[in-house]
């Protein structure tokens, strides 16, 4: 796959989706942070049902450190893996009050020393937040580049530096967000909708599903 044809793929994703964004529901940077900490193992629809109370009663570090990890999982406990998240979680609060605050740090290295976020919560944080260029490789992201050949990998650190080199750069700060919605309606795991796809023809995949 050339430039070319993968300007033509982000050039047709943009009009088919031209303000693409987190299906994640907040309205701060921490909030941000907090969801997609809480979204790892699970979907988005079952973290908003959970964060909608959460984060009227804990909308800062400081409101959430004083709920405990006891009071954090009354809200959390729907949640797959919610009592490594809640432990987590308060210690990632407390830290953000005594070292940084209470603000969401705008840097790598900052926001991976916090319990519970890994590379991909602090790219999504960096991207969504921050208007980063990163790329945060998930599950969906993994198995779209992997299929077109956009940027095919063996792991997700290897298609993560490929999307950042092979994505033109007018298109890095969406593209993110474009691959997931792809990868979660439309080029699907186990039958990929590609009759319904705006880049079936771009795509390199030799297995399509036309119907």
């Known amino acids: 796959m050339n430039k070319t044809i ?9 009009k088919h989706i ?12 921490f909030e941000l942070l907090i969801a997609v900490i809480l979204s790892a ?22 409101k ?3 709920l405990k990890e006891n009071g954090l999982k009354k809200y959390i406990k729907t949640i797959g893996l919610y009592n490594t ?3 987590n979680i308060i210690k990632t609060c407390k830290m953000l009050v005594e070292e940084h605050d209470s603000r969401i740090p705008d840097d790598r290295e900052a926001l991976e020393a916090l319990p519970g976020v890994g590379r991909k919560t602090a790219n999504v944080v960096l991207n969504t937040a921050f208007g980063h260029p990163t790329m945060a490789v998930d599950t969906h992201i993994f198995r779209v580049s992997n299929r077109t ?13 490929k999307l950042l080199k092979f994505i033109p750069e007018e298109f890095m700060i969406d593209a993110h967000h474009w691959l997931i ?3 979660r309606y439309t080029c699907i795991a186990r039958k990929p909708r ?11 995949f030799k297995d399509k599903v036309i119907e």
């Open 6 to 14: 993968r300007t033509e793929i982000f050039t047709r994703l943009k």
């Open 18 to 29: 031209p303000n693409p964004t987190t299906e994640l529901n907040f309205s701060s940077p």
């Open 41 to 62: 193992q699970s979907t988005d629809k079952g973290v908003n049902k959970a964060t909608e109370d959460l984060f009227k009663k804990a909308p800062t570090p400081k």
């Open 64 to 66: 959430m450190a004083a």
């Open 85 to 87: 998240k809640a432990k």
């Open 149 to 161: 050949k956009i940027a095919p990998g063996k792991n997700v650190l290897e298609v993560e530096k």
């Open 181 to 183: 919605l792809h990868g």
């Open 194 to 204: 590609c009759g319904a796809c705006v880049i079936e023809d771009l795509c390199e």
